[in-house]
């Protein structure tokens, strides 16, 4: 067996330790303590070299994360001429179903709207020389008839009756 000496010192060690403990205020010491110096002395290339990332990453919610993001700030910092250089615009002309995209397309109506605007304007352009030969037609009968009295505005069923405005 040990020593009783010993073990008394033991027991007197211990209740001195206990007593030490309870009487320290805990914040009053926590607050006493510099971080930065403490810090400095942490190799963080150490315990990053303990991190298995891979295991991080699982645990990472991806969704939960791309929620957070703000997707029209990104696009405004993305300058999209680089990636735009990068595109083969004939290869993707080659890629467009040429066959596919007439079918679903309905020329006709395509074909009326353009030329219906130019059927108009050709319309057009026919009623205002059809206007100019019926006034040149119009000078040359008064001249030939040599008439005194003035031509009517309009004809009759065109005029106003007598007396209306």
Do not use: C, H, Y
């Not at 971080?35 to 645990?59: G, I, K, M, Y």
């Not at 969704?63 to 680089?82: H, I, M, T, Y």
């Not at 004939?90 to 109506?109: F, M, P, R, W, Y």
Request: aromatic share 2%; charged share 30%.
């Amino acid at each position: 067996m040990t020593d009783p000496a010993e073990a008394i010192a033991q027991q007197v060690t211990e209740r001195v330790v206990d007593l030490v403990i309870n009487a320290l205020d805990i914040n009053e010491l926590a607050a006493g303590i510099d971080l930065n110096v403490l810090l400095s002395r942490v190799d963080f290339d150490a315990v990053l070299d303990q991190v298995n990332v891979d295991a991080l990453l699982e645990r990472v919610n991806v969704d939960a994360l791309l929620e957070r993001v703000n997707v029209d700030a990104l696009l405004e910092r993305v300058d999209l001429k680089p990636v735009l250089d990068r595109v083969d615009v004939n290869d993707l002309v080659e890629q467009i179903d040429v066959d596919s995209l007439v079918e679903k397309t309905d020329l006709g109506a395509v074909i009326a709207r353009s030329s219906g605007g130019m059927t108009t304007e050709m319309l057009d352009a026919v009623r205002s020389q059809a206007v100019g030969l019926d006034q040149w037609i119009d000078r040359w009968v008064r001249r030939l008839i040599r008439s005194r009295k003035p031509w009517p505005a309009a004809p009759p069923m065109l005029l106003p009756a007598p007396g209306e405005s």
